[in-house]
């Protein structure tokens, strides 16, 4: 199986940045995901990672350590709008395992 | 082009009652999947299919079934519905044999918006 972990909830203010960890026990992958869904909205796709290490997309970046189990996405310069949950998730054989979700809520 | 689509939005059935829903992909996808998100629990996977006319279980199947007659279509069906089943229901598609992949990798999965379901 496939546990992945994620903390529940975040609070942050409005312009700091804030890191959501995901930790995981799988015996292998293909590569690991992370998704943005707003409150009744699809998720959609923030980052993608298949190597050990930091990929940067503009505000986002995510980080991979496959020895560690770890991976975390990094959110900069927090806007309301990023109020939303993140999801990480594992793929292989081209299906994804999720886990349950980070709520992150942006303050003014 | 309006990717995955599906129908309907929202649905309120009663114990016992059938239902199927519709997933409406339009990026000649090979593959579709089926998932329902309950609070505290995310994604889980239904059923899911890796061509036209081929179906799999997932990790939630009991009490669904699906058929992919067509490959841009996807069907989830609920022959007997049950209170237990009130979630909401994502359909996602991947893969393409016919252009490099926009966002991350042919892993990639694109939803759709969602249907609300309630069973009373």
């Known amino acids: 199986g496939q546990n992945i972990d994620q903390p529940t909830e975040m609070t942050a203010t409005e312009g700091a940045i804030v890191q959501i960890n995901c930790t995981y026990q799988t015996s292998g992958f293909n590569g690991l995901f992370w998704y943005q869904q707003h409150a009744g909205e699809a998720p959609t796709f923030l980052s993608y990672n298949v190597l050990d290490g930091l990929e940067e997309k503009g505000r986002f970046s995510s980080f991979l350590s496959r020895s560690k189990g770890y991976s975390y996405l990094l959110l900069k310069e927090l806007q309301m709008k990023d109020s939303a949950s993140y999801l990480c998730?594992?793929?292989?054989?081209?299906?994804?395992?999720f886990g349950a979700g980070t709520t992150v809520t942006v303050r003014a | 082009n309006a990717g995955v689509t599906q129908t309907p939005k929202f649905r309120v059935l009663k114990t016992g009652q059938s239902m199927t829903l519709l997933c409406a992909q339009d990026?000649?996808?090979?593959?579709m999947y089926w998932y329902r998100q309950d609070p505290g629990m995310g994604l889980r996977l239904i059923h899911y299919s890796v061509g036209e006319g081929t179906t799999a279980k997932g990790e939630v199947p009991d009490g669904y079934n699906v058929s992919r007659l067509k490959k841009q279509n996807f069907l989830l069906g609920l022959e007997s519905a049950a209170p237990s089943q009130t979630s909401v229901y994502f359909c996602?598609?991947?893969?393409?044999?016919?252009?490099?992949?926009?966002?991350?990798?042919?892993?990639?999965?694109?939803f759709g918006p969602g249907t609300r379901l309630t069973v009373l």
């Open positions: 998730a594992l793929s292989n054989d081209y299906k994804l395992s």
């Open positions: 996602a598609s991947s893969y393409s044999t016919e252009s490099e992949p926009p966002l991350g990798s042919t892993d990639t999965q694109y």
């Open positions: 990026m000649n996808h090979e593959y």
